[in-house]
Nanobody, 115 residues
Framework: QVQLVESGGGLVQAGGSLRLSCAAS????????MGWYHQAPGKQRELVAT???????NYADSVKGRFTISRDNAKNTVYLQMNSLKAEDTAVYYC?????????WGQGTQVTVSS
């Protein structure tokens, strides 16, 4: 089994920044893709950003130029640097990792942006 622990969520004013972290532990030999999704109240979970084992990244159009995803393979950790936050970024943010071609999810961390 693989466990994920997220941190870094909170309340921030519009225009501010937050950095989310997600550390994986357990039966890990190699992590393939890692990434972040978010889910706003009453909406479906949506992709925010992903990063492959080779470092290739993909972003939702709504966050391009404002968010940066990165990973530290030595620490089995994925990060999401969120700048220029907007009220519409308010959501629960979930990280995921793909290990042995199976997805594992974090418990979610709340990000609230006040306007």
């Amino acid at each position: 089994q693989v466990q994920l622990v997220e941190s870094g969520g909170g309340l921030v004013q519009a225009g501010g920044s937050l950095r989310l972290s997600c550390a994986a532990s357990g039966r890990i030999d190699r992590i393939n893709a890692m990434g972040w999704y978010h889910q706003a109240p009453g909406k479906q979970r949506e992709l925010v950003a992903t990063i492959t084992s080779g470092g290739s990244t993909n972003y939702a159009d709504s966050v391009k130029g404002r968010f940066t995803i990165s990973r530290d393979n030595a620490k089995n950790t994925v990060y999401l640097q969120m700048n220029s936050l907007k009220a519409e970024d308010t959501a629960v943010y979930y990280c995921y990792v793909n290990v042995r071609w199976r997805d594992y999810w974090g418990q979610g961390t709340q990000v609230t942006v006040s306007s």
